[in-house]
């Protein structure tokens, strides 16, 4: 079986499949909660990463073999940095953080990748940049905190939470060095072979309970292939294209969209109100990310 991704060079196509990304990303929320009723976070983590991998064995089970070692070296921190490492900073930051904070902290990431392309590939960071990023991030901030500012800071959450969003970025910066003869099906499961191999000692450790029986809930495997098929599979197949045409920092400032569409489905599924605050950080969002993607509006 073949996968196809070679009509990326359409700006319609690539800016509908950044938008998909993102808002399959932002409605995860609700699978995650649901499932936490029956896994920890780190079984969850486990188990989409194991049905993504097999779909992509499935789809081509041929020996992937790197062209040099540096090139196994950025599949290695692909997988470690946009999969592994970076779930469990976030998962255990919201152990010891409010998910306020925890939101606010994750949403930088598209900043700290212009930092980190910045002194890893030599992008350069512009004004213009800097401006949107900060229009974002305080959109995300009325959005996060919806006229409600209570900011209680907890030191080794937080912490977490920064680490996590600079785990991202370095993915995303990592991603874009990768030989662009890869396809995007090898880049992938080279990926999530690495963060399950990197998983693999946690099975043997407290944070790993085995109980099969759950997995003949309905609610369970319907969360679960949503997350494993459509959060993991297709999103990252799709990101590595976006990743590849947009550049890291461009494609990243689209996540700043998350806590709009998050709020969207907040209000639709569980009732949230949305406030003036919340349009406001909505429209900020808009603006931030229309002037990161623009470069040359003030020229």
């Given at each position: 079986?073949?996968?196809?991704?070679?009509?990326?060079?359409?700006?319609?196509?690539?800016?509908?499949?950044?938008?998909?990304?993102?808002?399959?990303?932002?409605?995860?929320?609700?699978?995650?909660?649901?499932?936490?009723?029956?896994?920890?976070?780190?079984?969850i983590i486990f188990f989409r990463y194991v049905i993504a991998y097999l779909v992509?064995?499935?789809?081509?089970?041929?020996?992937?073999?790197?062209?040099?070692f540096r090139d196994e070296l950025r599949f290695i921190a692909c997988g470690l940095?946009?999969?592994?490492?970076?779930?469990?900073?976030?998962?255990?930051?919201?152990?010891?953080?409010?998910?306020?904070?925890?939101?606010?902290?994750?949403?930088?990431?598209?900043?700290?990748?212009?930092?980190?392309?910045?002194?890893?590939?030599?992008?350069?960071?512009?004004?213009?940049?800097?401006?949107?990023?900060?229009?974002?991030?305080?959109?995300?901030?009325?959005?996060?905190?919806?006229?409600?500012?209570?900011?209680?800071?907890?030191?080794?959450?937080?912490?977490?939470?920064?680490?996590?969003?600079?785990?991202?970025?370095?993915?995303?910066?990592?991603?874009?060095?990768?030989?662009?003869?890869?396809?995007?099906?090898?880049?992938?499961?080279?990926?999530?072979?690495?963060?399950?191999?990197?998983?693999?000692?946690?099975?043997f450790t407290p944070l790993f309970k085995w109980k099969p029986s759950v997995f003949?809930?309905?609610?369970?495997?319907?969360?679960?292939?949503?997350?494993?098929?459509?959060?993991?599979?297709?999103?990252?197949?799709?990101?590595?294209?976006?990743?590849?045409?947009?550049?890291?920092?461009?494609?990243?400032?689209?996540?700043?969209?998350?806590?709009?569409?998050?709020?969207?489905?907040?209000?639709?599924?569980?009732?949230?109100?949305?406030?003036?605050?919340?349009?406001?950080?909505?429209?900020?969002?808009?603006?931030?990310?229309?002037?990161?993607?623009?470069?040359?509006?003030?020229?």
């Open positions: 079986m073949k996968i196809k991704i070679d009509n990326f060079d359409n700006k319609p196509i690539l800016y509908s499949a950044t938008f998909l990304v993102i808002l399959i990303w932002s409605i995860t929320f609700i699978s995650t909660k649901t499932l936490l009723k029956y896994f920890a976070p780190f079984e992509f064995w499935i789809i081509d089970p041929h020996p992937i073999m790197p062209k040099n940095f946009g999969v592994s490492i970076n779930f469990m900073l976030e998962n255990t930051a919201l152990m010891y953080s409010t998910a306020a904070n925890v939101s606010l902290i994750v949403s930088a990431a598209p900043m700290l990748t212009g930092i980190v392309a910045h002194f890893l590939i030599k992008e350069k960071l512009t004004p213009k940049f800097l401006i949107g990023c900060l229009l974002a991030t305080s959109g995300v901030f009325l959005i996060v905190f919806n006229g409600r500012f209570i900011l209680k800071l907890n030191p080794l959450g937080d912490l977490l939470a920064i680490f996590a969003a600079l785990s991202f970025s370095i993915f995303s910066v990592t991603l874009k060095g990768i030989d662009s003869s890869y396809k995007a099906t090898h880049i992938t499961r080279k990926s999530f072979f690495y963060a399950l191999l990197s998983l693999f000692p946690f099975l003949l809930i309905p609610e369970v495997y319907g969360h679960l292939l949503f997350l494993g098929l459509f959060a993991s599979a297709l999103c990252f197949l799709l990101w590595n294209q976006v990743i590849r045409k947009l550049g890291p920092v461009k494609a990243n400032n689209f996540i700043y969209f998350s806590p709009i569409l998050t709020m969207i489905f907040a209000a639709i599924i569980l009732d949230e109100k949305i406030t003036i605050y919340a349009i406001g950080g909505g429209f900020l969002i808009l603006m931030g990310v229309y002037i990161t993607q623009h470069q040359k509006l003030f020229n």
